[in-house]
Each structure stands twice: as C-alpha cells, then as structure tokens.
C-alpha cells in the first residue's frame, strides 16, 4: 500500500467516525425532545388535575435542566463535528487529488450567504431555548400563584 492509499483509507475512516457522530447527535435530540414533551404533557396534567403547585414547579424545574442539558450536547456535538471536519478531514484532503469536504464547504458557505439559509444546530438551540422559556413562564406563574393564595389565605 502506497502513502496515497494509506491517506485515502484514514480519510474514510474518518469520515465514517464523523457520520457516526452526527448519527448520534440527531440520536440524543430525538431523545431530549421527546424527553420534553413527557416532562411538559406530565407537568400540564400535573397542573390540570392537581391544586398543588410544587409537582408544577418541580416538573418544570426538572425539565428545564433536561433543556439545558440538551443544549449543551446540541453544541458539544456540532464543536466535535465541526473539530472533525475543518481541521482533520479538511488536512487530510491536501493529501488527496481532490478535496470534496473542502468543496462542499466553500459551496455551503457560498448559498448561506445569498439564501440566508436556517441551519440545523441553530433551529435546534432555538428549539432547546424556546422549551427553557415555556418551562420558566410555567414556574414563575405557578410561584406567582401560590404567593397569591398563600396571602389571600392568611388575610
């Protein structure tokens, strides 16, 4: 085996392991958003069938750090994707005849630029953001209730 081949066969190598990552990153947000939409149906029954406000205030407490957890990896998984592309295979395709990750880089860039494309990782930390919101509005309404009843009883 040549150096070239050696090259071509790490490049492969490579590019599976960061397919692989991906893979696993659209893995972890199936499962932070359907996580969120448990924590968030099992908070809104909570509130509907129950005048107690902690099992509220604690479902939402526990959802909003399983959002901040999500977020976290959402941009764990693009800054190892994005270690994985630009620095190891973009290196490893000066070593080649022909650099297609490079290419497909250079043509994103070009069409995010004159589209103003959305991006995945952004939608999903926008996603992850809007969920800590309606998690935060829930628990400062229903701390806001129970101070209200709490002081309409002791009046």
Known sequence: ???????????RIYMDTKERYIDR??????????????????????SLLTPQYPPV???SLIGAVSSVMWWMGVDSYQMLIKVKYAKVLEYLETKLPEQPCLKEYAEYKDMKKKENLIVFGDLQKTLTVIIICIYFIIITFNIFNMIKDFTMANM
């Open 1 to 11: 085996m040549d150096d070239k081949e050696i090259i071509l066969e790490e490049y």
């Open 25 to 46: 990153q659209f893995r972890s947000n199936n499962f932070f958003l359907v996580l969120n939409l448990i924590i968030l149906a099992v908070v809104n029954l909570f």
């Open 57 to 59: 205030i604690i479902g």
